[in-house]
């Protein structure tokens, strides 16, 4: 699903790259942490999936498409495949929690047959079924991100990146995203999640990349945080 | 994408910077008033042209005695006047009109103003010969020739008053469009900062539709709707701009000139020509002003 090879990223601003010589592979349907202090280059590395930003040097392909020959106008079409959630959930304050979900099926020209079908569905899947008409301040932290999720998922994305998710969330609350995170996984969605909370990686138990100064310290399959931190 | 949604989103964004939407609709509004004045300007220069056309002449008149004196041109000093004139190489036509003759033109000319008959007679009148050259511009040989003849009282060459009227009818002309293009870099530089404002207020939904992969264009579509509506509304503003000078300035002032024939009249037909050449001028400039803004500026 994701394969980086040798991928470097440095900003002229910056004398140290934001991204070291990264090497990496992620398979389809895998649940992955992406963990790292602040400026370890976890942002870097998920604008750069999103083909937000290219790659000094190396390879990335996503969902077999080489992002470095990607040509501008075929952008769009990648990000189609990919959903995004984060911290800040980024709704819209002005419309209602259906609306925020059907305005990503809108911009990409869905027929309006398929928004009506599919806004319910995922919104039962969220677990927000009979809050569509409310506005986003009328919701939890907890209920704003289930319809930030909601809205990654609602095109059936091939990969989730979640740039931390439960940033602004309590522990309990925390634990309910996680779990629709999961359950999106098992759907096949593989999923890539950006996190500082130990708590949950400890708990989850999945791979576990760590970068630290852009590069990769640790790759494990079922890792936790970090050992005696 | 349906347009339902994306007219919404252009009405929404137009009511969301109200205050900079009004701004630049009068600055677009102004540019293409003033840029319609030039054109019914070009337009009446042409209509002028076509009026007087051949029908341009010298006219040497003859004094006031003269004229009263031999009103049919009979006695020698006229004919033989006449007789030399028709005689000129330079002159392809020419004929003698009367007083009386004078008078009945004038009054054909003003039948539709009596204050203009009242003020004149026949007497006010001057009898005279109407010339016409195979040279207009060779007209200071005829005033070099019969400007001292006696008899003679004046003599007029109608080109050249033709010629001072274009003279200000130009200079007008390019004076509208010199303001009109100022006016519309200002409507430009407004229209470019609309749109940097519309898409910082919208950043977010932007910042959506750029991950959800919404197309570049798809993206851009709603701010270009939105300049283009407000620019064919400033044009709406100028052709009702131009209508209300047509009707509240020109047609009061010189609507007497008008309907003498003497000057071309405005009319709402030429207002109807003008109208799509503004609305087109007004949303090209507005899209044309977007779609560089967004380019060169928002990240979409």
Known sequence: MIHLSHVSKSYKTSTRPALDDVSLDVEKGEFSFLIGPSGSGKSTFLRMLLREESPSKGEIVVAGHNLGKMRRSKVPAHRRSLGCVFQDFRLLQNKTVDQNIAFALEVIGRPRSVIKKVVPEVLDLVGLEGKANRMPHELSGGEQQRVAIARAFVNRPLLLLADEPTGNLDPDTSGDIMLLLERINRTGTTVLMATHDNNIVDSMRRRVIELQLGKIVRDESRGVYGVGR | ?300
């Open chain 2, 1 to 300: 994408m349906r347009a339902g949604y994306v007219f919404s989103e252009v009405a929404t964004g137009l009511r969301r910077n109200v205050t900079m939407t009004i701004a630049m609709i009068l600055t677009t509004g102004i540019s293409l008033g003033l840029l319609g004045l030039g054109l019914l300007i070009v337009k009446m220069t042409d209509d002028t042209k076509a009026i007087y056309g051949d029908k341009v002449e010298i006219l040497i008149y003859l004094t006031a005695d003269q004229s009263k004196e031999d009103p049919n041109c009979l006695q020698p000093l006229c004919s033989g006047l006449l007789t030399e004139l028709q005689a000129n190489p330079e002159i392809s036509e020419v004929y003698f009109e009367s007083q009386e003759q004078a008078y009945e033109r004038y009054k054909k000319q003003f039948a539709n103003q009596p204050a203009m008959l009242e003020i004149a007679t026949a007497d006010a009148l001057q009898a005279s010969f109407h010339i016409k050259l195979y040279d207009p511009q060779r007209f200071e040989v005829i005033t070099q020739q019969y400007g001292d003849r006696q008899g003679v009282g004046s003599i007029q060459d109608q080109a050249a008053f033709l010629e001072r009227l274009f003279v200000v009818l130009n200079g007008m002309r390019n004076a509208t469009i010199i303001l009109a293009v100022i006016q519309a870099a200002a409507a430009f530089l407004l229209i470019s900062n609309m749109v940097q404002i519309a898409a910082y207020t919208r950043r977010t939904e932007t910042e959506i539709m750029r991950l959800v992969g919404a197309s570049r264009w798809r993206t851009q579509l709603p701010f270009l709707i939105e300049a283009v509506v407000a620019g064919l509304i400033g044009a709406a503003i100028a052709v009702g701009g131009l209508f209300a000078v047509k009707t509240f300035v020109l047609d009061r002032t010189l609507g007497a000139l008008f309907r003498s024939g003497i000057l071309p009249a405005v009319s709402t037909a030429d207002l109807v020509t003008v109208a799509p050449i503004l609305g087109g001028a007004g949303a090209v400039l507005a899209a044309v002003s977007a779609y560089v803004t967004l380019r060169l500026y928002v990240r979409i």
